[in-house]
């Protein structure tokens, strides 16, 4: 839902089910190219209320237009890693730990893509999946990164440190800046922890470091997704 999320998803030739645009809709620069793309390509548009497309999406901000996606397809964690090693520069992966919020999840998909990360690398459970809201935060960079869910993160994170990454863990107590942390030009994987408990025990013990991003004293702890963006 969203003419950025909207676009977005065209522009990525995402398989579309579904396509609505509300009546009276104001035709600015992004809904006539979303109106292009749809023409096109043969995609049905659906003139609907906007009380029908308010139904639809849930109350989203939807801006007159929103598309209906196949559900998201998520990469396994080792195909994410063997591409990571393949490509011409040092691998990159952002890994969380139980983010359950999906606008934070959208939002560090987003800078991972924005700061060239290989991949984002997510827990099946107890963690946000790439919902509709997710989509929306990451505005469409979830079609340009790949997304992998792990059965078991401390597994999956243990594969990737014995292929080489250096395990870097984000955490408020940490004694070592995220400036400062040795090797950070090297394979890593940054891990974030979640928003109220950070990072867990065994995730914790499972990097290499820990570092605290420097804050001042009149504000607790920041947003995980602000953290991650400021980590990359």
Not at 139 to 154: E, F, M, V
Request: with cysteine; glycine share 10%; aromatic share 4%.
């Amino acid at each position: 839902a969203g003419r950025n999320a909207v676009l977005e998803a065209m522009e990525a030739e995402i398989p579309i089910k579904a396509a609505y645009v509300a009546e009276g809709a104001d035709r600015d620069d992004r809904l006539r190219d979303i109106l292009k793309l749809a023409a096109s390509r043969g995609t049905a548009l659906l003139e609907v209320t906007r009380g029908e497309l308010d139904r639809l999406t849930g109350g989203a901000v939807h801006q007159g237009v929103a598309v209906q996606l196949p559900s998201f397809e998520y990469v396994h964690p080792d195909d994410m890693l063997a591409a990571a090693l393949d490509s011409d520069h040092e691998p990159l992966i952002v890994a969380l730990d139980s983010i359950t919020d999906p606008r934070n999840l959208g939002a560090i998909v987003r800078s991972a893509a924005a700061f060239g990360a290989d991949g984002v690398l997510i827990p099946e459970r107890r963690s946000a999946g790439m919902t509709a809201a997710a989509w929306k935060t990451s505005a469409g960079a979830a079609a340009h990164i790949p997304i992998a869910r792990a059965t078991n993160l401390n597994r999956s994170l243990r594969a990737y440190a014995n292929a080489g990454l250096s395990l870097i863990g984000l955490d408020a107590a940490a004694d070592t800046r995220i400036s400062d942390v040795p090797g950070a030009s090297g394979p890593m994987v940054l891990v974030v922890g979640s928003e109220g408990a950070g990072l867990s025990r065994l995730v914790r013990e499972a990097c290499d470091f820990l570092a605290a991003i420097p804050i001042g004293q009149s504000v607790e702890s920041l947003n995980a997704g602000v953290a991650a963006g400021i980590a990359l």
